[in-house]
T-cell receptor, first 116, second 114 residues
């Protein structure tokens, strides 16, 4: 595998379900990101991790819970979601380095989430 | 406030015609500027970036962009569009002293007619 991979590619869940999205990057990067992409809205940054530490939480509801066990893997745990959470969830990574915010991001293909 | 504006929601051009997609930004620090392209069902792919130096930058797939500080603009151009260029294009600003947060524009959908 190369680049940034995301699984699953499609997910349908009920409002009471618990599911997780997975992202893996094979680029040797140190920073990883979750974005939400909804129709007719700009890309919304949700979370940023740099060297496994969360550096950004963009006022995301607690029903979204990120986890970054190492610099190559990023998870987004989902529970009691709402229909308005249906969107494309994109993962990205970049070569973040201490003292230098180099911000070119590489994106995965996304997970299309539908909440019923 | 930090923001990126892409004034055109969608643009239609004929194959072989030239293309210019507009982008204006507002950013407190020295901006790092990006253009990404997204094909249906795919993630975003970087076309080109500007960090410093020459204000005319070349990217992949024959695209170029020009940074104009006085106009706070970073417009994307291509001299001759191909049908495979039909996609959504996003301008973004971020990085540098602004940290890891990147602000994306709402996107411009490009349609190419034969």
């Amino acid at each position: 595998e190369t680049g940034v991979t995301q699984t699953p590619r499609h997910l349908v869940m009920g409002m009471t379900n618990k599911k997780s999205l997975k992202c893996e990057q094979h680029l040797g990067h140190n920073a990883m990101y979750w974005y939400k992409q909804s129709a007719k809205k700009p890309l919304e940054l949700m979370f940023v991790y740099n060297f496994k530490e969360q550096t950004e939480n963009n006022s995301v509801p607690s029903r979204f819970s990120p986890e970054c066990p190492n610099s190559s893997h990023l998870f987004l745990h989902l529970h009691t979601l709402q229909p308005e959470d249906s969107a494309l969830y994109l993962c990205a990574s970049s070569q973040g380095m201490a003292g230098r915010n180099y911000n070119e991001q590489f994106f995965g293909p996304g997970t299309r989430l539908t909440v019923l | 406030a930090q923001s990126v504006t892409q004034p055109d929601i969608h643009i239609t051009v004929s194959e072989g015609a030239s293309l210019e997609l507009r982008c204006n930004y507002s950013y407190g620090a020295t901006p790092y500027l990006f253009w990404y392209v997204q094909s249906p069902g795919q993630g975003l792919q970087l076309l080109l970036k500007y960090f410093s130096g020459d204000t005319l930058v070349q990217g992949i797939k024959g695209f170029e962009a020009e940074f104009k500080r006085s106009q706070s603009s970073f417009n994307l151009r291509k001299p001759s569009v191909h049908w495979s260029d039909a996609a959504e294009y996003f301008c973004a600003v971020g990085g540098g002293t602004g940290g890891f947060k990147t602000i994306f524009g709402a996107g411009t959908r490009l349609f190419v007619k034969a």
